[in-house]
């Protein structure tokens, strides 16, 4: 074991219709559709993908998505 003790006190499932509204998630899954029909294998902050989405990043971390579906 890598890390001794370090263990969840609980195993179990969580299940949730309240993690993103409905309307996020036909957002997102929108995105994904788009950005899988641009038929690029490697994903990275300069593909155009990003361009597509106009996806701003700060320190490597996704900061803006302006998106029109």
């Known amino acids: 074991m890598k890390y001794p ?6 195993c179990g499932r969580y299940v ?3 993690i ?7 957002t997102l899954l929108q995105l994904a559709h788009k950005g899988m ?3 690029h294998t490697i994903m990275s902050m300069s ?4 361009q597509e989405f106009n996806l701003t ?4 971390i996704l900061a803006f998505i302006q998106i029109e579906l």
């Open 5 to 10: 003790g370090c263990v969840p006190k609980t």
């Open 16 to 18: 949730s219709d309240k």
């Open 20 to 26: 993103v509204t409905t309307h996020e998630a036909e």
């Open 37 to 39: 029909n641009l038929k």
């Open 47 to 50: 593909t155009k993908f990003n």
């Open 57 to 60: 990043f700060k320190n490597n």
